[in-house]
């Protein structure tokens, strides 16, 4: 407790009580003026007090948010910083799970239509293969044979081309209709095809055919049949 004699001494009296208790206190004026003066006093000594923590405390701009220690950023704080991660995670996730397998069947497709998988390097395996089998076998049964299973190539990669690209649109796009995902499919694996073609004229141990672009397209639809198939008995009702 601080005493002054009058009230002109009752700032310095507060200043030189706060500078020594440090807010630990509290502090009283009694003054010799009466109990007006001593309200004038508590009234002085609790502005002071506000003006010294308004001084002490960090001043918080409008619009800016105040760095804290262990936060993330001044701008993203710790549960910003989480839910972008679990964004992230689920993004990639989805990406891994969707996309990548049919971006790998993608590269597939295009290294099959360069030298790699001509006519010439598969006979190299298939011939051997068949004579093997059938040491009388006759050479026109042999291309028979061979072109045959090369055209079953292009059928089978290209119905997996069509069910790869079904399951990520699907599950990218859930709310998407069945129909929509469907044409989405066939004109994607059509423009592939004949883009596919159009790379073996480039090539030359490859020949390009309108033919095979036909063939892609019908893989592309039995692959689109297979989905559909498959889609609807999921939604079916179960009956136990």
Known sequence: ????????????????AIAHCEGGCR??????????????????AKKWRRSR??????????????????????????NDSHTLTASLNTELRSFLKYWLPLLTWL???FIGSTGVLSAEQTSRFLVPFLRWLNPHISIATILSIHFALR???????????AALLWRALRGTLASTRNLAIASLVFMVS???????????????????????????????????????????ARRAPRIF
């Open 53 to 78: 923590e308004q001084i002490t405390s960090p001043r918080q701009l409008p619009g800016r948010s105040t760095f804290r220690r262990g936060s993330f950023s001044p701008v993203v704080n710790g």
């Open 27 to 44: 502090l009283r004026l009694v003054c010799a003026g009466g109990s007006s003066s001593r309200r004038r006093g508590d009234l002085d």
């Open 190 to 232: 059509a423009l592939f095809a004949a883009s596919d073609e159009f790379h073996q004229s480039f090539i030359p141990s490859r020949t390009a055919s309108s033919k095979d672009v036909m063939i892609d397209i019908c893989g592309t639809l039995v692959g689109l049949f297979i989905c559909w198939i498959f889609s609807r």
């Open 107 to 109: 590269g597939v497709i």
């Open 151 to 161: 055209k079953l190539g292009h059928l089978i990669e290209y119905g997996i081309l």
């Open 1 to 16: 407790m601080e005493t002054c004699d009058n009230f002109g001494n009752v700032a310095a009296a507060a200043r030189h």
